[in-house]
């Protein structure tokens, strides 16, 4: 785990002295949009006009935030016009690595042996953490986004039209939008970056505020969700696989690892049944990879987990029933 300094790479995990122990997730650095046309979208410089095979998605299967753009690419049927890379689970002294074999590819454009490479290729005076999922735009050479909040906007409608992307299928309708931000800036604050605000707090404190408002907010959407099937308009949208994301790890993950264990969703009724009616969306299941997922945290978090003993357990059953037809 580190980050890169003036393009020069640095093993260091992060910095939370300066927060009073509090975790703060650092901004993406890359913010362009592709678009129909190539004009420029909501910030960033335009020139990235929406081509089968020109972009590029390097993700981790293990990562909630890769997840959703895989999600999206699978749903919107992207597999053809948009390739990808998926790294090691491992993520230790070099960050995320290349290690072709069962569980990642190698990194199909360069060869690259690590992440950070990728980063310096784009900016070779890049300062900041290397995170994935990265869109990389295979003909001006360089990273278009490495938001993933922004690639699934871009995934949702930049590409439909080309030839069998699902130009009907929209996440994220103009009526429902200002709805779905709405959800979404809770659930990522209390949620999604709410569990790793409790899993890398080094303060008593911060922690506990992460957990009571992860579990205040986990509350909220189990009460919403036992009325209603979806969290927006009664239909599928980008806020619900925007939690889903989280909610797919938690008890396996984030209940032990990082400490979120006042409940397991699966204490839930409304939200655990919700999870997999999520999964069972013909495409979804391929890109849940359980295995990666507790190899990557347990084993990469070495301050958290010194052994590296990746737990067996639990035992889940994504495919049971969910009998969530009936809120439709
Ligand atoms: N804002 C980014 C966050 C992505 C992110 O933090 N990814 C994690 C993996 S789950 C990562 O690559 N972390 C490496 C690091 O922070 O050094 C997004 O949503 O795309």
């Known amino acids: 785990m580190g980050l890169l300094v003036d393009g020069k790479w640095q093993d260091k995990w992060y910095d939370t002295d300066k927060t009073g122990g509090k975790f703060e997730r650092e901004a993406a650095r890359f913010r362009n949009w592709v678009t129909a046309g190539g004009e420029p979208g909501p910030r960033g410089e335009g020139g990235f006009p929406a081509e089968s095979g020109r972009y590029h998605l390097y993700v981790s299967m293990a990562c909630p935030w890769a997840h959703r753009t895989l999600i999206f690419r699978k749903l919107k049927g992207l597999d053809a016009h948009i390739s990808i890379s998926v790294v090691s689970p491992d993520m230790l002294e070099n960050g995320w690595e290349f290690r072709p074999g069962e569980d990642a590819h190698e990194d199909h454009l360069y060869g690259s042996q690590f992440m950070h490479q990728i980063y310096t290729r784009a900016a070779p005076d890049y300062t900041g953490r290397v995170t ?16 993933s909040a922004e690639i699934i906007r871009m995934f949702n409608s930049a590409f439909n039209g080309l030839e069998g992307v699902k130009a009907g299928l929209d996440f994220c309708p103009d009526t429902l939008r200002d709805e779905i931000d709405g959800i979404n800036g809770r659930v990522y604050h209390t949620i999604n970056n709410g569990v790793y605000k409790a899993g890398f707090a080094t303060a008593q404190d911060k922690y506990e505020v992460a957990y009571d408002e992860l579990f205040e907010s986990l509350d909220w959407l189990e009460d919403r969700l036992s009325r209603q099937r979806y969290l927006v308009g009664g239909q599928l949208t980008e806020a619900d696989w925007r939690l889903f994301t989280t909610l797919v790890r938690f008890d396996a993950v984030y209940f032990g690892h990082f400490k979120c264990n006042r409940n397991r969703i699966s204490d839930f009724p409304a939200l655990s049944a919700y999870v997999r009616d999520l999964y069972q969306v013909p495409g979804v299941a391929n890109t849940v990879d359980m295995g990666q997922i507790k190899r990557h945290y347990y084993f990469s978090h070495t301050m958290i987990n010194p052994t590296q003993v990746v737990p067996k357990g ?9 009998g969530r037809d009936r809120l439709s």
């Open 132 to 147: 994935v999922p990265v869109l990389w735009d295979k003909r001006r050479e360089t990273i278009v986004s490495n938001e």
């Open 314 to 322: 639990p035992e889940q059953n994504f495919d049971a029933p969910h």
